[in-house]
C-alpha cells in the first residue's frame, strides 16, 4: 500500500487537527506569527511530516474552513487573523494594539448608553506620559484666550487617519486606533461581554470622551441621549475627579455641565460643575452654522438643540 501524502495525512486527521483549535476555546484567532508557533508545536500531534511548511498547512486549514483567514487592511500595509469559531469583532479590534481599549462610541454601546449599532470600533493607545504632551483637542500651546477657542472650533474636528478595515462573516468593519493624551488608564475597567474580559472605558471616563469628541459617538445628540440613559448609572463626583485628574486646557466641565443641565440632573448634582470657573465662551461642537448660547454655562450650541 502506498505511503499517503502529507496532504492526505492532514484530511485524514482533519477532526483532529480541528479539536486542537477549538480546546482553546469555542472561538478564537491567532496572528501570522502566532500560527506559525500553534503548528509547529502540533506537527507531531496532527502527524504531519516535519518538512510540511506553514505555508501548505494554512492553506490547507483554510481550504478545509477549519481556520478563516480575516486581511486587515491598515493605513501603511495588511495583515491577517486566523480566526476558528465565531470570534469578537472587539478582540480583532484591541489585537491591533498593544495596551489598546475600547472607548468612545464602542463603550458607549456595550455600557448599554445608545441603541445603535454601529460597524465602527473605537478603539485607544495612550501616549507615553510625557509632561510637554498637549491632547490632540487642544494641543496649540499658545496662550489660552478667546480668540484661540473660537478659531479651533470654527475649524473641523481633528480625526486620526489610523483606519483599519476588515470583514467578518459577510460583514465590513472598521476600527479608529486612537491615540490620545496619557491619562494613566483612567476609568478603564475590565469588562465581560460574551465570556470575555474586555478593556474599556467605565461611564465616567466615556461621558468625557464623548463631550471631548462628539464625532467619536455620532454626534452631539448622541452624547446628551448617554448622559440622559446613563443616570442613576454613574458617579457625577467620580466624573468630576477624573475630568480634574485628566487636566485639559480647554472648559469641558462647562460642556459637561450643559448636557447634565438639559438632562434633567438636579440643581445640586449642576452645582458640582459650577465649582468650576466659567471664564471663557466655549463650543459644544465644532464649525456650528447656527447657534445659540447658553448664558449659565457661557457655550455655544447648534440652534434647535435639545428644544
Same mark, same amino acid.
Request: glycine content about 4%; hydrophobic content about 35%; aromatic content about 14%.
Given at each position: 500500500? /502506498? ?17 486542537? !483549535? ?6 478564537? !484567532? ?13 506537527? $507531531? ?10 505555508? =501548505? %498547512? ?10 478563516? =483567514? ?5 493605513? &501603511?500595509?495588511?495583515?491577517? &487573523?486566523?480566526?476558528?469559531?465565531? /470570534? ?37 493607545? #495612550? ?10 483637542? @487642544?494641543?496649540? =500651546?499658545?496662550?489660552? #484666550? ?9 475649524? $473641523? ?9 476588515? =470583514? ?16 494613566? &488608564? ?8 460574551? *465570556? ?16 471631548? &469628541? ?13 448622559? %440622559?440613559?446613563? *443616570? ?16 485639559? *486646557? ?10 447634565? #443641565?438639559?438632562?434633567?440632573? *438636579?440643581? @445640586? ?25 447658553? @448664558? ?12
Amino acid at each position: 500500500m /502506498p505511503r499517503l501524502s502529507r496532504f492526505a495525512l492532514m484530511e485524514r486527521n482533519k477532526d483532529v487537527i480541528a479539536k486542537s !483549535f477549538y480546546d482553546q476555546g469555542q472561538s478564537g !484567532f491567532f496572528s501570522l506569527p502566532e500560527i506559525a508557533n500553534f503548528i509547529e508545536k502540533n506537527k $507531531p500531534e496532527w502527524s504531519v511530516p516535519n518538512k510540511t511548511s506553514v505555508i =501548505e %498547512i494554512l492553506k490547507f486549514l483554510t481550504g478545509e474552513e477549519i481556520l478563516k =483567514e480575516i486581511t486587515i487592511k491598515l493605513p &501603511r500595509r495588511s495583515t491577517a &487573523r486566523y480566526a476558528w469559531g465565531s /470570534p469578537s469583532v472587539y478582540e480583532i479590534a484591541l489585537s491591533l494594539n498593544k495596551n489598546s481599549y475600547l472607548t468612545h462610541y464602542s463603550a458607549l454601546f456595550l455600557h448599554g448608553l445608545t441603541n445603535n449599532v454601529t460597524k465602527t470600533v473605537y478603539t485607544n493607545v #495612550e501616549q507615553g506620559n510625557k509632561s510637554y504632551y498637549y491632547d490632540d483637542d @487642544d494641543d496649540d =500651546e499658545d496662550e489660552m #484666550e478667546q480668540k484661540n477657542i473660537d478659531l479651533a472650533f470654527s475649524r $473641523p474636528m481633528r480625526k486620526t487617519n489610523q483606519i483599519a478595515h476588515f =470583514e467578518l462573516d459577510n460583514t465590513k468593519y472598521q476600527v479608529y486606533m486612537l491615540n490620545g493624551k496619557y491619562h494613566g &488608564r483612567l476609568g478603564v475597567k475590565e469588562l465581560k461581554i460574551d *465570556k470575555l474580559q474586555l478593556p474599556i472605558t467605565d461611564i465616567e471616563r466615556t461621558l468625557i470622551d464623548i463631550v471631548v &469628541r462628539p464625532n467619536y459617538c455620532g454626534g452631539v445628540e448622541e452624547v446628551l441621549d448617554a448622559f %440622559i440613559a446613563a *443616570k442613576g448609572k454613574f458617579s457625577v463626583n467620580k466624573l468630576v475627579s477624573n475630568l480634574k485628574k485628566m487636566k485639559y *486646557k480647554y472648559p469641558y466641565h462647562q460642556l459637561i455641565g450643559f448636557y447634565l #443641565e438639559k438632562s434633567d440632573y *438636579k440643581p @445640586d448634582i449642576l452645582n458640582l460643575l459650577k465649582q468650576f470657573e466659567i471664564k471663557y465662551n466655549f463650543y459644544l461642537t465644532y464649525q456650528m452654522k447656527e447657534k445659540s448660547y447658553s @448664558d449659565t454655562w457661557k457655550v455655544y450650541y447648534p440652534k434647535g438643540f435639545a428644544e
